[in-house]
């Protein structure tokens, strides 16, 4: 192999590699814990239209609010952001503030981090109220 085709070949292995990294540290845990948040909520509030469970009319708005706030969640925030290509990016087309830059993005993941916890506790939250509404009746 000639000196291009091993940087090619480099390049593809290593981009690859920082992919299968990516995708199965940060992209299928955080985007899991989405799904099995959408579909709690989602089964929940369908159990109730339907009238499988009878609950208050508050609870069924807290259900579409909190469905609400997981569809409008920022894919770019939720996975957890290359640096490496961040201060890249910063460096070559930036304004220079590299550091500001980076906290900004880490600050933004953290935020989400926080609301997918808020959102699984006020979801469990919830359903405990739900069915103990539903038992109550």
Not at 65 to 76: F, K, P
Not at 85 to 108: F, M, P, W, Y
Request: proline share 1%; charged share 25%.
């Amino acid at each position: 192999i000639g000196y291009r085709e091993g940087i090619e070949t480099g390049k593809l292995e290593s981009h690859q590699q920082g992919f299968d990294d990516g995708y199965n540290t940060a992209g299928v845990r955080m985007g899991c814990a989405v799904g099995e948040l959408k579909g709690k909520a989602a089964a929940l509030l369908g159990a109730t239209e339907l009238g499988l469970i009878r609950t208050g009319a508050s609870n069924v708005q807290q259900l579409r609010e909190i469905i609400d706030e997981l569809d409008n969640i920022d894919q770019t925030t939720l996975f957890e952001p290359d640096l490496d290509q961040v201060r890249h990016e910063e460096e070559h087309h930036g304004n220079g503030n590299i550091d500001a830059v980076v906290s900004k993005i880490l600050t933004r993941h953290e935020a989400c981090k926080r609301l997918l916890t808020d959102l699984h506790a006020r979801l469990d939250a919830l359903h405990v109220a739900i069915i103990a509404h539903s038992t109550s009746n």
